[in-house]
């Protein structure tokens, strides 16, 4: 169960507040616990803190940044239990999918503790040309400085350390607001955090308002924004964000291409797996699901029969597949799209009733390419499924998206493999699963109105530091 109050975090230090944010367990609707709100002369406070850490913290050796989050690693081990009920109850994520989730934790933790020890350069040869005889040359990677973070409601601890874990290992003081939905994860890894001798301004871990959170976007004193969260929101703050660097993980509606050859018991499953998850709320979930002809009402039949079979119900339940939608709000939002393609002619083969915030897995066919439902990001439990005759027709169609974030493609063909490589206009292409696979080492980002910038850590630290050249002349 979660504590009755949280603490914000300010310059490492914990702070209860008179100012609340009451958070809701998904599932019942009742408040499960308050947490302290950040006010803007705390966020002024933790911005000052920040900047006035960025020598100390580039100062720490690589050992001790490793060490750090070595700690949190094992402390996220002992914790685990707590951390997933924790999901269950402040975003409603059925238990299997919490108990993967802070698996993923410890992993981005473990990787960014490998990585802090691997931030290096390379010695280059500057006589490529006869004026520079004389000179050598090496450039490394130093910290860029205070960095801004806000995370989403989704991922409530992995994207939250997906921000966290490499700042620590790059040697990055930071500042984090995380999503107002669900704040628990990332307090409790402030609070992990809070139990190292990590130098003070370290670290800042801030519930607040959205209107409150500005100075994150346009304070000139960060050198860094890393947002994760809707293309509307995202690209505002890249517009507001002045000279910093701005990574951006945004939307999608990643689809996945069956060709012919696979096998269709794997496609039906994996694809089963990839658009339910969590309920269906992740930016790469499978939405749109593109079949070869020859295969189409195969599929179909046993896609839409193995959707109707998912369980419902209590996220903590063992069985359940489907939890609630983060809000009820949400769950109206996706009725309302899911008729409105009915109405233009789709056919709802399953599902498409709402229980409160719950939705039945919905499955439908024959959407028109300007529906929502097919072009927008639906973020819940809603497959699109559309056929094709010629593989380039199938990457045609998901290319004709505002997004680009990742694909999923099911051939035995290497060279439609290739080809897939070649064309698709993603951040990623799976070959033979679904577009929501990802490891937390791994490059993932996206094109499009799908965002700028690399998260995975080795690719964040790149973000979060900066080359510096060093020259030598020797005199003849």
Request: one cysteine or more.
């Amino acid at each position: 169960m979660l504590r009755a109050h949280y603490p914000f975090y300010l310059a490492n230090r914990p702070i209860h507040s008179e100012a609340t944010l009451d958070v809701v367990d998904k599932a019942t609707g009742a408040v499960a616990t308050h947490v302290s709100l950040a006010d803007p002369l705390a966020i002024e406070a933790a911005i000052a803190a920040c900047h006035a850490a960025v020598r100390p913290m580039r100062a720490l050796a690589s050992f001790e940044r490793r060490d750090v989050l070595l700690y949190c690693v094992k402390r996220f081990e002992e914790r685990r239990d707590e951390l997933a009920i924790g999901l269950c109850i402040e975003a409603g994520k059925p238990i299997r999918d919490a108990r993967g989730e802070v698996a993923r934790l410890i992993d981005t933790f473990r990787i960014a503790a490998e990585e802090a020890t691997r931030i290096g350069g390379e010695v280059m040869a500057l006589d490529a040309t006869e004026r520079a005889r004389n000179y050598s040359g090496s450039w490394r990677r130093f910290p860029i400085g205070a960095c801004s973070f806000i995370s989403p409601f989704n991922f409530p601890l992995n994207l939250a350390a997906h921000k966290i874990a490499p700042a620590l290992a790059a040697g990055c003081p930071f500042v984090l607001k995380p999503a107002s939905a669900t704040p628990v994860g990332a307090l409790t890894i402030g609070e992990i955090l809070a139990e190292t001798n990590l130098p003070v301004g370290a670290f800042s871990i801030l519930p607040c308002s959205r209107a409150d959170a500005e100075p994150l976007t346009s304070d000139e004193r960060f050198a860094l924004l890393s947002f994760t969260g809707s293309p509307e929101v995202g690209w505002d703050l890249k517009r507001r964000a002045g000279k910093k660097k701005v990574v951006l993980e945004l939307g999608g509606n990643a689809a996945a291409i069956v060709d012919r050859d696979w096998d269709l018991d794997d496609a039906v499953a994996r694809i089963v797996s990839g658009a339910y998850y969590q309920s269906g709320q992740s930016c790469i979930k499978a939405q749109r699901v593109i079949v070869h002809a020859s295969v189409y009402d195969e599929f179909k039949k046993r896609f839409v029969a193995a959707s109707r079979a998912l369980k419902s119900g209590d996220p903590r339940d063992e069985a359940t597949v489907l939890g609630p939608l983060v809000s009820e709000a949400d769950a109206i939002r996706l009725v309302e799209w899911i008729e409105a393609a009915r109405a233009s002619g789709a056919n709802v083969l399953c599902g498409g009733a709402r229980h409160g915030a719950w939705l039945e897995a919905t499955v439908l066919e024959n959407v028109p390419k300007q529906a929502a439902i097919a072009c927008r990001e639906a973020f819940g439990p809603v497959v699109v499924l559309s056929r094709f005759d010629d593989f380039e027709q199938a990457l045609e169609e998901v290319n004709d998206s505002a997004y680009g974030l990742q694909a999923g493609v099911f051939t035995r063909d290497l060279y439609r493999a290739q080809q897939a490589y070649e064309m698709l206009d993603v951040g990623g292409v799976v070959i033979g699963d679904v577009p929501s696979f990802r490891v937390d080492n791994m490059p993932y980002g996206g094109v499009k109105d799908s965002g700028s910038g690399r998260e995975g850590v080795r690719f964040a630290i790149a973000d979060m530091t900066e080359i510096k050249m060093l020259v030598v002349r020797t005199p003849r």
